[in-house]
């Protein structure tokens, strides 16, 4: 076979396919090539350096219309009969091969009456294609995998009659391509192909820039990565941030769980000071031995409406002595036996096999469901001082959407640290209302609440005094200058079966909402997602950590944030360093306990109003999951649909069941204290209260109303939006994906034989 690019050549192959075919008329015509007899080798080498060039020679150059065959095991072309198979891509600077950056097989209409097929480099994308064989029938089917960062790319292959498939781009913001059969092209559907490739560019590489050949890690827009070094100090900067960003989510739990608990004011810094500790110790240990990505750990709201339950159960209204201690023990013990089941369920890698069925519109309804929770406590009990709590929420607001775009000194402080700003200027203009006697009334004491509800003149301004002024807490004079937390600070924990089993389900929402974060912070910061294994890792370390908050009596289990999203999103900050400096900053602050009691000041209606933003941004971010599905799908979104408002009507069934529980309790907590008084009754007590608490939880109706839908009601895998994780062969075949997730050397000795895990 004579090698050369001679239009005689050509249109000699072209005649001996025949005129019906007609490839001939398709090609340009071609001088004839005249080689360089002064040949600089440096020369090239520059200018393949200028240009990016890649060699793809293979030695033929022969055409015919003949199908392509897909090799999976060589990454390139085969085609029957002979051809183009650009198997091999040498690095023209390096003189070495390299691994085959993937192409595209992309119909061409020529003017002939045959259907021929062109081939182009696709410089955007990074796709690769396998192979299956089936027996001995020589049947293929071809797949299409596309790893493309910030997108989730599932991919569906189909056969068509002739044996061959063309792959077409979709460009939905899930990343989908589907093989279609092969069909005569109209100039309208070339148009949509088209536009949904530039879709799928544009939403996939940011600023257009090409990915790293080797692995998915590229451009990803951080201003520092996961492994980035920007030195000591910028590492104290940004660890920092992360967790002032999150101190809604940190500090503002115990402001609401303590005092309804019964706690005093020394107790609620003393949970401030133990929810730090746990948060800096389980933050730095999912950064070593979980997932390994820059997530933030803490107490979750997830456990925060089964504790107001537990905390509202009958037995309890009316325990004077010792409430609280009390009720934190028995939250304990729960968390305990809950933290026990994560692990095993993790350690064992039944994760990985509940993974299948978890789902963007299984996670997206039942994050939401976890902020819509707190509807009904939310402004009711922020209202109780307007002319705190609404300067407060309209001032997070204004930082928030109308100053997000304001840089001072590069900085974009207002959209960073608008919930810790927005809280230290309403808490400065509350203590002038203060001290300006805007909650002083003639003969009623601030420092003494209880003496107030004596006097009839002073008990209906009881309520506002205990709730807007900022001097009633004496969390500052009765706390110590150093404390450091203990385990079994608060007593011998205390397991009983129905709140052992409350917890544990709640435990699994946990989880369904630890995934969806995991999958959305590793395609934010440009990375693979992690592979089942590590997922199973990651939710078992968090158990381990639930452990230590259930020994440590922080009254919640600890979890993966959800907002980790959005901060990392706002801050352009996904470091696993500055993530580990920030922990330690906060385990330091932990031992000072006048820390927690200057937290432990903020008034109520103060915490409850940045509570109202906080739990409206979780709803918007699970809501956000859907984008990774067709959220115009008729089937997913009747499933969200009925998922939520099932969610929230259900619960309203079981909580009305409350015959003296409204002249004893707050309005607020009247929907938390339906596992004593709703309407199953089995003959067991601690049956009934689990099954009556369970089912007066949004999250949970929410979480099982959509699984089950989802996971039977028919619809493809692009109209699901299935999770895509890595594999482990992919893994072990990409460095830059074992730096990512791979455990330390150390440590993974301790599970090379847990391969479920990932280690």
Known sequence: METGSTS????????????????????PNLEPFVPRREHSP???????????????????????????????????????????????????????????RGTEIEQELGSGSGRGHGLRRNEGDAVFWNQRRVGDENVREDKVDERKVG????????????????????????????????????????????????????????????????????????????????GFAPFMYYGLQQFLSLAGSLVFIPLIMVPAMGGTDKDTATVISTTLLISGITTILHSYLGTRLPLVQGSSFVYLAPALLITNAREYRNLTEHKFRHIMRELQGAIIVASIFQSILGFSGLMSLLLRLINPVVVAPTVAAVGLAFFSYGFPQAGSCVEI???????????????????????????????PLSVMITWIYAFFLTAGGAYSYEGCNPDIPSSNILVDECRKHAYTMEHCRTDVSNAWSTAAWVRV?????????????????????????????????????????????PTRGIVSRGIAVEGFCSLLAGLWGSGTGSTTLTENVHTINITKVANRRAMVFGALFLILCSFVGKVG??????????????????????????????????ATSFRNVIIVGISLFLGLSIPAYFQQYH????????????????????????????????????????????????????????GNRQERGVYIWSRAEDMAADPSLQAEYSLPRKVSLCFCRARCLGA
Not at 8 to 27: A, C, F, I
Not at 208 to 229: A, C, H
Not at 392 to 418: D, E, K, N, P, Q
Not at 673 to 689: E, I, K, N, R, Y
Request: charged residues 15%.
């Open 389 to 419: 709590s609404i300067p407060l929420i309209l001032l997070v607001l204004i930082f928030t959407l109308y100053l997000r775009g304001i840089s001072i000194f590069g900085h974009r402080l207002f959209r960073i640290y608008a919930v």
């Open 8 to 27: 005689d050549s050509l249109d000699k192959v072209g005649g001996q396919r025949g005129r019906g075919n007609k490839l001939g008329s398709m090609l």
């Open 42 to 100: 440096n020369e090239l080498r520059s200018w393949a350096k200028r240009t990016g060039f890649v060699s793809d020679y293979s030695g033929e150059t022969g055409v015919s219309s003949e199908s392509y065959e897909i090799d999976r095991e060589r990454g390139g072309f085969d085609r029957k009969g002979g051809g183009l198979s650009p198997k091999i891509e040498i690095d023209p600077i390096l003189g070495r091969s390299r691994p085959n």
């Open 485 to 529: 937390p203990y385990p079994l600070q608060w007593g011998v924990p205390i397991f009983h079966l129905r709140t052992s089993m409350i917890i544990i389900i709640v435990s699994l929402v946990a989880s369904v909402d630890s995934v969806g974060t995991y999958h959305s912070v590793s395609m934010l910061v440009n990375s693979r997602p």
């Open 659 to 714: 015959s003296e529980t409204s002249l004893i309790l707050p309005s607020y907590f009247v929907p938390y204290a339906a596992a004593s008084d709703g309407p199953v009754h089995t003959g067991s007590q601690q049956l009934d209260f689990a099954i009556n608490a369970l089912m007066s939880l949004n999250m949970v109706v929410t979480l099982l109303i959509a699984f089950v839908l989802d996971n039977t009601v028919p």
């Open 597 to 630: 009691a200057i937290l432990a000041s903020i008034p109520l209606a103060m915490a409850a109003a940045i509570l109202c933003f906080m739990w409206a941004l979780i709803v918007a971010l699970g809501l956000a999951n859907l984008h990774y599905s067709q």
């Open 151 to 230: 997108l989730n790319g599932n991919v569906n292959g189909m056969e068509n009659k002739e044996g061959s498939t063309n792959g077409i781009r979709n460009g939905h913001g899930n990343g989908n391509a589907n093989g279609m059969p092969t069909a005569m092209p109209t100039a309208e559907q070339k148009n949509e192909d088209a536009k949904g490739e530039r879709d799928v560019e544009i939403g996939m590489y940011p600023g257009g820039e090409e990915p790293v050949p080797e692995g998915w890690t590229g451009q990803s827009g951080m201003k520092v990565g996961l492994r980035d070094n920007p």
